[in-house]
Structures are given as structure tokens and as C-alpha cells.
């Protein structure tokens, strides 16, 4: 499944502006996969289909929720989704249908078996959308770190399958 130049599986999560669900998942995965020791074997990105928070940190909201249960988020910069971003990651994971309709047109017809919603690897939830939180209250931001460390766990066991 490895299909880049650096080696590793590489991961890409994709929401609208890269502030809030995307980074949060760009946090979790991190930490996890680096307390399994595969930090070596697996590279962990996060975008935005949209540039309007291009170089922003994330939200302070989900930088605070992340803190308080030990994700730290101090080094993410909020990006923009690149066309050679197709190619180059294997799993490319979109929050939402929005944000999973805006990479299918765009996406290369060879690189359409990357794309998925990220949380068809929860395990312990039905949801299928990963609700953005940022007009909502605080309690979103929560259940937003809730819904990506269920998935996270789930996607690392589909990527030991792949290593």
C-alpha cells in the first residue's frame, strides 16, 4: 500500500479550512502512532479543501481540548490541499460528505480508492460525518476529539494491515 516517496504510509486528513477537525486528527494520529513506535513507518498531514486559514494555527478551542487530554498541536499550521497531494498519500480521509465531494472532483481517476470518510474506522460510533464545531459551542470540540480518537484507533489497525 505504500506508495510515496518517503517510505512510510502516509496519512492526509481533509477538512474545510484545516483549524479544527482535520489538525485535531492530524494530532491524535500523531501521538498515537508514536506510542506504538511506528512514528518511522507512518507520516501524518492535514489540509484544507478551502485557503482561508492557510498558516493559522488551529482554533484555540481545539488546542485546548487537544491539551487536556495530552494532544499537543503547537507546531500545526493550517494548509491547503494540493493537487500532488493525490498521488502522493495513501490514505486521504475527509471529515465530511462536503469536503469528500470536493476531493472526488478533483481527484485523479487512479487515486479515487484513496479517498474515504474517515469515519468508516470508528469503531464505537454511528456517526458518519465528523461535525465541524467552529459556529457551535465549546461541548463540539469535544465530541469532535471524541469521534477522531474512536477512528484514529481504527485506522491504525488498518495501518498495521498495511505496513
Known sequence: MVGNVSGKVSVLFVC???????STAEAVLRSVVLNVGLDDC?????CGT?????GEVPDSRSREVAKARGYD?????ASQLQDSDFEYYDFILAMDESNLANLTMRCPQACLAKLELFLTYAQSYDETE?????????QGFD???DLVEDACAGLL???????
Do not use: Q
Not at 507512518?42 to 492535514?46: G, H, I, L, R
Not at 498541536?73 to 499550521?77: C, D, I, V, W
Not at 489497525?157 to 505496513?163: Q, T
Open 50 to 54: 478551502a485557503g482561508y486559514h492557510i
Open 73 to 77: 498541536m503547537a507546531t500545526l499550521r
Open 143 to 145: 465530541h469532535v476529539l
Open 42 to 46: 507512518v507520516e501524518v498531514a492535514s
Open 130 to 138: 465528523v461535525p465541524d464545531p467552529y459556529y457551535g459551542g465549546d
Open 16 to 22: 474545510l479550512g484545516n483549524i479544527c477537525r482535520s
Open 157 to 163: 489497525d488498518a495501518i498495521k494491515r498495511s505496513l
